[in-house]
């Protein structure tokens, strides 16, 4: 191919397009008069927005936009190179704020005179987001004690840590809800680890684990007698944790006649023992938690109501994985981390479709699922990477059976069929982030969710 731009000019103008880098020009004024295919990418407008328009029509809340021109073409940039290099924010055309760095440059005409300049811009979003991610593990890694080994960065999760952090800065009673399998035994241990007790017991109790009538001799001990097998005094959870924290999970199972022991126990702060005559102080921080709706069975008559709300007072809600697919690469490398020193094992990483199913897969153990299927993984691997064959069935089945139903119930055309291939490689290659997969794509964030929705194309639901 002859690459003569003389000859043909408009060979310059398709190499900038296909550059991943924006570049645009503007006129003496500040006004847009060409714009790359880059910088649609990068933005979401396209030539047909902005030509003709002010460059300030990417500044928003937070952004100046590209501020650097108007002090260029007012002389206070560099006199020698005639240049402006700049880091900002720009406001995308759906919103997004879109970190990028860019060069301004003079065009001057032939008399000397400023006739405008040429500005290329490159997107930082993603680097600067994985730079996010990969502090806050490095975070998350370093207070892995104090934090009980809960990984994420996404909103949820950073709402859990703020809640963790305020009630452990108190003596509140805490309830921690969530699904089976979130953590919500993690997230007690998280608080007692960050609050003035963590140097004496944390001891925690499934109370769902242990016979009714047993139930009340482990909380609160008994006394030599008190029952056929009680052949000697014991102390109970309450007196063993004295001066720390007591986690009973699962209180929605407790008898409401224990539950009323337990609400004289917050309220007097004193057990007494099965058996006994007199009752014995305690200093306990008493931490609930539940996969059950509780409101529900108080207004069902299963749970006391004034018990209800001597535990309720500071609330935890830890989210399904469902809800905060973003975190599952973090948690997959934290978890892949943790299995490999204990299978002593040299596995580095996982390959991206055995990553895509796992992106992919609904989750409805969370994320002590995920643990078990990376477990059995490191049963079968063999290598370094974890590959799709490695998984368990039902996680490598789950792609195709969507793919079967959707072409069952909805035949798509074979444009439309191209179009939602493009769309999964797009996903697949940034890990299932929407507002990546649109700049790759070319198109808007949300043109590319109403496509998702179309194509009933699983991804996770709240990341980019």
Same mark, same amino acid.
């Given at each position: 191919?002859?690459?003569?731009?003389?000859?043909?000019?408009?060979?310059?103008?398709?190499?900038?397009?296909?550059?991943?880098?924006?570049?645009?020009?503007?006129?003496?004024?500040?006004?847009?008069?060409?714009?790359?295919? $880059?910088?649609?990418?990068?933005?979401?407008?396209?030539?047909?927005?902005?030509?003709?328009?002010?460059?300030?029509?990417?500044? $928003?809340?937070?952004?100046?936009?590209?501020?650097?021109?108007?002090?260029?073409?007012?002389?206070?940039?560099?006199?020698?190179?005639?240049?402006?290099?700049?880091?900002?924010?720009?406001?995308?055309?759906?919103?997004?704020?879109?970190?990028?760095?860019?060069?301004?440059?003079?065009?001057?005409?032939?008399?000397?005179?400023?006739?405008?300049?040429?500005?290329?811009?490159?997107?930082?979003?993603?680097?600067?987001?994985?730079?996010?991610?990969?502090?806050?593990?490095?975070?998350?890694?370093?207070?892995?004690?104090?934090?009980?080994?809960?990984?994420?960065?996404?909103?949820?999760?950073?709402?859990?840590?703020?809640?963790?952090?305020?009630?452990?800065?108190?003596?509140?009673?805490?309830?921690?809800?969530?699904?089976? $399998?979130?953590?919500?035994?993690?997230?007690?241990?998280?608080?007692?680890?960050?609050?003035?007790?963590?140097?004496?017991?944390?001891?925690?109790?499934?109370?769902?684990?242990?016979?009714?009538?047993?139930?009340?001799?482990?909380?609160?001990?008994?006394?030599?007698? /008190?029952?056929?097998?009680?052949?000697?005094?014991?102390?109970?959870?309450?007196?063993?944790?004295?001066?720390?924290?007591?986690?009973?999970?699962?209180?929605?199972?407790?008898?409401?006649?224990?539950?009323?022991?337990?609400?004289?126990?917050?309220?007097?702060?004193?057990?007494?023992?099965?058996?006994?005559?007199?009752?014995?102080?305690?200093?306990?921080?008493?931490?609930?938690?539940?996969?059950?709706?509780?409101?529900?069975?108080?207004?069902? $008559?299963?749970?006391?109501?004034?018990?209800?709300?001597?535990?309720?007072?500071?609330?935890?809600?830890?989210?399904?994985?469902?809800?905060?697919?973003?975190?599952?690469?973090?948690?997959?490398?934290?978890?892949?981390?943790?299995?490999?020193?204990?299978?002593?094992?040299?596995?580095?990483?996982?390959?991206?479709?055995?990553?895509? /199913?796992?992106?992919?897969?609904?989750?409805?153990?969370?994320?002590?699922?995920?643990?078990? /299927?990376?477990?059995?993984?490191?049963?079968?691997?063999?290598?370094?990477?974890?590959?799709?064959?490695?998984?368990?069935?039902?996680?490598?089945?789950?792609?195709?059976?969507?793919?079967?139903?959707?072409?069952?119930?909805?035949?798509?055309?074979?444009?439309?069929?191209?179009?939602?291939?493009?769309?999964?490689? /797009?996903?697949?290659?940034?890990?299932?982030?929407?507002?990546?997969?649109?700049?790759?794509?070319?198109?808007?964030?949300?043109?590319?969710?109403?496509?998702?929705?179309?194509?009933?194309?699983?991804?996770?639901?709240?990341?980019?």
């Amino acid at each position: 191919m002859d690459l003569d731009f003389r000859r043909d000019p408009s060979l310059l103008s398709t190499i900038v397009d296909e550059m991943a880098d924006g570049v645009f020009t503007v006129d003496a004024s500040g006004r847009i008069v060409a714009w790359s295919r $880059g910088a649609e990418r990068i933005t979401g407008y396209t030539s047909e927005d902005v030509v003709g328009q002010s460059s300030r029509l990417f500044e $928003g809340a937070h952004c100046k936009g590209f501020a650097a021109l108007t002090e260029l073409l007012q002389g206070s940039c560099d006199s020698t190179t005639g240049t402006c290099h700049q880091e900002c924010k720009l406001s995308a055309k759906d919103g997004r704020e879109v970190s990028i760095h860019g060069s301004v440059r003079l065009i001057h005409d032939a008399d000397g005179e400023v006739a405008g300049a040429v500005c290329n811009f490159s997107d930082l979003t993603p680097f600067l987001q994985a730079n996010e991610r990969i502090a806050l593990l490095e975070e998350q890694t370093r207070n892995r004690d104090a934090f009980g080994k809960l990984v994420g960065s996404s909103a949820p999760m950073q709402e859990v840590f703020r809640r963790i952090r305020l009630a452990a800065h108190s003596d509140v009673t805490v309830f921690v809800s969530g699904e089976s $399998g979130t953590g919500k035994e993690l997230a007690a241990g998280a608080i007692h680890s960050l609050s003035n007790r963590k140097d004496r017991p944390f001891l925690a109790i499934n109370c769902s684990a242990i016979p009714e009538t047993l139930l009340e001799s482990e909380l609160f001990g008994h006394v030599k007698g /008190a029952f056929t097998s009680a052949d000697r005094d014991k102390i109970g959870l309450f007196q063993a944790a004295d001066g720390g924290t007591l986690f009973l999970d699962e209180i929605g199972d407790v008898s409401p006649l224990l539950q009323l022991k337990l609400l004289r126990v917050l309220q007097e702060r004193e057990i007494r023992r099965v058996g006994a005559d007199t009752p014995t102080r305690v200093n306990v921080r008493l931490i609930t938690a539940t996969n059950k709706h509780l409101k529900e069975l108080v207004a069902s $008559g299963g749970f006391r109501e004034d018990f209800y709300y001597r535990i309720h007072v500071f609330e935890i809600r830890l989210p399904p994985l469902r809800e905060r697919r973003e975190d599952l690469p973090l948690l997959v490398r934290h978890f892949i981390d943790q299995l490999s020193r204990e299978y002593h094992r040299s596995v580095r990483g996982i390959a991206r479709d055995a990553l895509q /199913a796992l992106m992919n897969y609904p989750w409805p153990g969370n994320v002590r699922e995920l643990r078990n /299927a990376l477990e059995h993984a490191f049963v079968t691997v063999v290598g370094d990477t974890i590959t799709l064959l490695d998984l368990p069935v039902e996680l490598r089945t789950q792609r195709t059976s969507d793919r079967a139903a959707l072409s069952d119930s909805h035949p798509l055309s074979a444009a439309d069929q191209a179009e939602r291939r493009r769309i999964l490689e /797009a996903l697949d290659q940034t890990g299932g982030n929407r507002t990546e997969a649109a700049r790759l794509l070319g198109t808007s964030r949300v043109t590319l969710w109403k496509k998702i929705r179309k194509y009933a194309i699983e991804t996770p639901s709240t990341s980019g």
